[in-house]
């Protein structure tokens, strides 16, 4: 199995500033994902981050309030921009293992309250 | 679209078997998972299937797809406390590892002792 890493793991940030997320994978990984739980919610697909290119987004999500890094095969940030209260939520990172048998892995995720 | 539902809320007795559902809407799914939410803590890949198998056993994890009725279950025999949990259920559409994953509402699993 795949070993995630982020960090920070939980954050109280003001609004108006913000915060990276980092994501470290143990082990080389083509595409790694990023993805928010809203406070009692389910997990929405912010966007797919490939190494070498920019990141694509979803329905909903932008490049100007979430920029995404993938500098290399094993790691990738996460940054939530100006934030608002809106944007308290749990931000998880996640990758397939290099294998590729289908196995999808996640962090212990990001816990972000903003006031 | 791609969309997948759960049940909200299941509570069962310590010992019993837990059953969970969950149907989606795309039959183009290529893999479905089975994550474990505790509170407070992320997600933990309990068991995943491939589209094109009918069942699969993992010690106290019984994972059965019905695919023509896009119905996904799983099966916890002996359930424990430990197991109170949120329990998501999940489709992968698109190939290899390029593809996006939907999630249902996640249900969650109460054990009384």
């Known amino acids: 199995s795949a070993v995630i890493s982020q960090k920070p793991s939980r954050d109280i940030c003001q609004r108006g500033t913000s915060l990276t997320i980092q994501c470290q994978v143990d082990?080389?990984?083509?595409?790694m994902f990023w993805y928010r739980q809203q406070p009692g919610q389910s997990l929405t697909l912010i966007a797919t981050?490939?190494?070498?290119?920019?990141?694509?987004?979803e329905s909903g999500f932008v490049i100007d309030k979430f920029p995404i890094s993938r500098p290399n095969l094993t790691f990738s940030t996460l940054t939530v921009s100006n934030m608002s209260p809106e944007d308290s939520s749990i931000y998880l990172c996640s990758a397939f293992t290099v294998a590729n048998t289908g196995e999808l892995f996640f962090g212990e995720g990001s816990r972000l309250t903003v006031l | 679209g791609e969309d997948v539902e759960q049940s909200l809320f299941l509570s069962v007795r310590e010992g019993d078997s837990s059953v969970i559902n969950c149907t989606y809407t795309?039959?183009?799914?290529?893999?479905l998972y089975w994550y474990k939410q505790e509170p407070g803590a992320g997600l933990q890949l309990l068991t995943y299937i491939f589209s094109n198998m009918d069942m699969k056993q993992d010690q106290r994890l019984t994972v059965l797809l019905n695919k023509k009725d896009k119905h996904l279950s799983l099966r916890i025999a002996d359930t424990q406390t430990g197991d109170s949990a949120i329990y998501f259920c999940a489709a992968l559409y698109g190939s290899g590892n390029t593809g996006k994953l939907i999630f249902g509402q996640g249900t969650t699993l109460q054990v009384k002792p």
């Open positions: 082990s080389q990984v083509t595409m």
């Open positions: 981050a490939n190494q070498g290119s920019e990141a694509t987004y």
């Open positions: 795309d039959s183009s799914s290529t893999y």
